[in-house]
């Protein structure tokens, strides 16, 4: 058992370290404050070739898996869970392509990610269908002109970088979408210019500003035989379970962050003749919030390490939920303990604390909330898929 970092990955985690120090905590604030795409981070992203981490070599991409994916995720969200967010979006859109998608497919989609010449969103949940995949309401009829292709109607709601989306992947119910049969679901690639898309809503966050969170409507659009991804339920499902690493990289990255300004600042805050930090108090609160990280960093890299070699179905779910539930829960839990150590101050947007306490409770949410994270370990307990004897 090895738990070092191979070299490789190592001098990755070395550069985009560089980069979020250099370029990203200085941008941080701004970015949240204006709620503007940080174009600017994108081309540095680009730049440094971190937009195809996850992608294959023979794609375009650096083929650093999900694990490299994770570690550039750390680094980046240490200063900002939007940049996190960016980084995260080049695989969400692009997982089911990779697991399920034609070759023609994945050699006409997946360079322009990696390349940074195409950017793409993963639309799933709809207004009544967020938790409740299988309640979807979006319908795909069969094209009466078209053999084997489709007309998509429907909307898709809380869509991350649905307004810079050049195309989507869309989860749509074939033939009746009162139907709760997981059979009856099925992916499809769709171009952002195709007729009848229409983005008509952007959301307003509480946090994570500066990637729109839009509305995402399809009216009758057409889509060719060439752009039908198929799957079913269990695709959208294998790929939220090889997603779950990289969620909590988020969580990890910010719960770092704002552990590590909070430190500094009550190291040289004065209060009763001694530093905030010599209170054994605090000291207490720093150790158990530093050893909740660690233990959401084994969690989530032995995620990422099982996702690359393709454990990510039914059996696995359990060791992946664990880690999303445990990294974003501490990067909430973090982020809290930051904005009391600081205090006053703490509360104040002179400080990124309070930019930490907003961004974090968007990950307990995302991809599966943190209920839906307990549902599925405690149902692998229950089947013995997680079982110590």
């Known amino acids: 058992m090895d738990f070092e970092l191979s070299e490789e990955l190592r001098g990755l985690q070395e550069t985009v370290r560089r980069l979020a120090q250099d370029k990203i905590k200085p941008r941080a604030r701004e970015i949240d404050t204006t709620s503007e795409y940080p174009q600017d981070i994108f081309d540095e992203f680009k730049k440094a070739d971190l937009l195809g981490l996850c992608i294959p070599e023979e794609y375009g991409g650096s083929g650093a898996g999900i694990m490299g994916l994770a570690l550039a995720i750390e680094e980046v ?31 006409r989609y997946l360079p322009g990610i990696a390349n940074g010449t195409r950017r793409s969103a993963f ?13 979807m309401q979006t319908r795909a009829a069969e094209d009466p002109d078209v053999k084997d292709g489709y007309i998509l109607n429907g909307t898709k709601c809380w869509i991350s970088g649905g307004m810079q989306a050049d195309w989507f992947i869309v989860f749509a119910k074939l033939g009746d979408p009162t139907s709760r049969l997981h059979s009856d679901i099925c992916g499809f690639i769709v171009d952002g210019d195709t007729p009848g898309v229409s983005r008509p809503r952007v959301d307003k966050k509480m946090g994570v500003k500066g990637i729109d969170t839009a509305e995402i409507h399809f009216d009758n659009v057409k889509v060719a035989p060439n752009n039908v991804l198929g799957g079913s339920f269990s695709l959208i499902m294998q790929s939220l379970n090889a997603m779950r690493p990289i969620v909590a990289a988020r969580g990890i990255g910010l719960a770092e962050g704002a552990l590590m300004y909070a430190t500094e600042y009550v190291k040289n805050r004065p209060a009763f003749g001694k530093t905030i930090a010599e209170f054994q108090g605090i000291q207490w609160e720093i150790a158990k919030c530093a050893t909740e990280i660690e233990a959401a960093r084994l969690l989530t890299y032995r995620a990422a390490w099982l996702a690359d070699q393709g454990k990510f179905s039914k059996e696995y779910v359990p060791m992946l939920s664990m880690c999303k539930y445990y990294a974003s829960e501490v990067a909430v839990k973090a982020s809290g303990l930051a904005v009391q150590m600081l205090g006053a101050a703490g509360y104040m947007e002179e400080h990124p604390t309070e930019l930490y306490y907003r961004d974090a409770r968007q990950l307990t949410i995302v991809e599966g909330t943190s209920q839906v994270q307990l549902g599925l370990i405690g149902k692998g307990v229950l089947g013995h898929d997680l079982w110590w004897d």
């Open 123 to 135: 639309c799933l949940s709809e207004p009544g269908a967020g938790s409740d995949v299988a309640g």
């Open 77 to 107: 969200t240490k200063y900002s869970n939007v940049l996190g967010l960016m980084l995260l979006l080049t695989r969400l859109p692009t997982g089911p392509i990779m697991i399920a998608g034609t070759e023609e497919q994945k050699q």
